[in-house]
């Protein structure tokens, strides 16, 4: 099959959680030779019965590719893993990275890059594994124009969409931002949920009804089949969902503006994992919000 890819680049990626073991099994069935590599070594066994070379360490892996891919967990484990990247990869490597990050964090990242003559491509993602297996992943991209260029048909044959933001941190900003209003219609649709169901509405009349208004945004459709079933099975965790929160409220105490709605996002998120559904998936929203509910009307 044709897959456009640049037969000169070698890929590695590293981060097999949910988004990168979607990528990299996106990558294989497109025809790249990748290597991967993943802190706890037995995610990356299924990708090596799927034709991937598994390395043991980053550095392994940074030292034998053009192009290090990393799709990691949070600020503490990116740096982490860029510090390894830095250490072992030959100059003029390119570094892309889809973790959601801080600004402050992708930015010693950059610092770090450049003291290794790394290229750096920030490129967070919206989308979840899902999406990233049906080819329609979006990557929120900023940094050098020549980085992009050089990720640009790695990008397109994971997903469809590319926005490029600016030379900087931008693509961090938006992606929080796009998580900040993502959380936000999660506790509303749950507010909203709660409240008709408690008013003799059936849910998949409001889900129905609400998915063709004004309000009928792509997640409130995406969350219609499981919330019918009532299934919380995750495809993004309460508890990343907090960690974004988390981010965009200390991006917005660095920048010195008050976001109301994402402090009260922040205190229903952490309330949610208190409760039990850290590990679930952040829709869980609603059954903790409907569990508070029951309990206030109860003598
Ligand atoms: N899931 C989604 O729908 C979605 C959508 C958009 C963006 N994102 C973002 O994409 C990133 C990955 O998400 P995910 O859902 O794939 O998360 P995940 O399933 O929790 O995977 C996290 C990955 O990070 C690795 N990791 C964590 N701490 C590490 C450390 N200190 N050193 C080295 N590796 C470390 C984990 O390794 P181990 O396997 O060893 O734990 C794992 O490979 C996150 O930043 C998330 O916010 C996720």
């Not at 990558?27 to 019965?49: D, I, Q, T």
């Not at 329609?136 to 124009?145: A, D, E, K, R």
């Not at 929080?176 to 993502?182: D, E, Y």
């Amino acid at each position: 099959m044709s897959s456009g890819r640049d037969p000169r680049s070698a890929l590695g990626l590293i981060g097999l959680g949910n988004m990168g073991t979607a990528i990299a099994e996106r990558l294989l069935a497109a025809g790249y030779e990748l290597s991967v590599h993943n802190r706890s070594p037995e995610k990356a066994e299924p990708l090596r019965a799927g034709g991937a070379t598994v390395c043991e360490t980053a550095r392994e892996l940074a030292g034998a590719v053009d192009i290090v891919l990393t799709s990691l967990a949070d600020d503490d484990a990116l740096e982490g893993v860029a510090a390894e990247v830095a250490s072992a990869a030959k100059p003029g490597t390119l570094l892309v990275d889809f973790s959601t990050v801080s600004p402050a964090a992708s930015a010693r990242v950059a610092a770090v890059a450049e003291g290794a003559s790394l290229l750096y491509l920030r490129a967070p993602v919206s989308g979840n594994p899902s999406v990233v297996r049906a080819g329609n992943l979006t990557f929120i991209t900023s940094g050098p124009p020549e980085a992009l260029e050089r990720a640009e048909s790695t990008l397109l044959a994971i997903g469809r969409t590319i926005h490029d933001v600016g030379e900087g941190e931008q693509a961090r900003v938006v992606k929080l931002a796009i998580n900040l209003v993502i959380g936000g219609l999660a506790e509303l649709m749950a507010e909203a949920l709660v409240l008709s169901e408690t008013s003799g509405v059936s849910r998949a009349a409001l889900l129905e009804t609400m998915g063709e208004s004004a309000a009928g945004a792509p997640f409130v459709q995406y969350k219609t089949e499981p919330l019918l079933r009532d299934d919380y099975a995750a495809t993004f965790t309460t508890r990343l969902m907090e960690k974004d929160i988390d981010l965009v409220l200390a991006e917005a105490a660095s920048a010195g503006v008050l976001l109301p709605l994402g402090s009260e996002l922040k205190k229903r998120l952490r309330a949610a994992v208190d409760a039990g559904y850290g590990d679930d998936d952040f829709m869980a929203l609603f059954p903790y919000l409907r569990d508070q509910s029951t309990e206030a009307v109860l003598p």
